[in-house]
């Protein structure tokens, strides 16, 4: 049977814009958060529903700002943040709708 090399690559923007975090469960601590580094991105703040790990994920992972509510995270993120929306099935919908006019997400 011939082997075979599988040579992937994705060409990374050029500008680099902050990630918010819309929950912090353990998708986003086992696949995004070291996906974000490994490409260079840096995020910004994030917002959990559970306090607790939102601050144990900003200190493991060096997130500079942990929002008290959604809202916050929505109103004072940065200008051109795009959000990682990363939240159970049921509660998507819910937020979707809250996300400031074209911003990417």
Do not use: W
Request: proline letters at 8%; glycine letters at 8%; one cysteine or more.
């Amino acid at each position: 049977m011939a082997e075979y090399t599988v040579t992937q690559g994705v060409e990374l923007p050029e500008k680099r814009y902050p990630v918010v975090s819309i929950g912090a469960g353990g998708i986003v601590k086992d696949s995004h958060y070291p996906a974000y580094k490994k490409a260079g991105f840096s995020v910004a703040g994030l917002y959990d529903i559970n306090a607790e790990r939102a601050a144990e994920m900003a200190t493991s992972f060096g997130v500079p700002i942990v929002y008290d509510s959604l809202d916050a995270a929505l109103t004072e993120s940065p200008a051109e943040a795009i959000f990682d929306v990363a939240l159970p099935a049921n509660a998507i919908l819910d937020v979707l709708p809250r996300i400031p006019d074209g911003a990417a997400c």
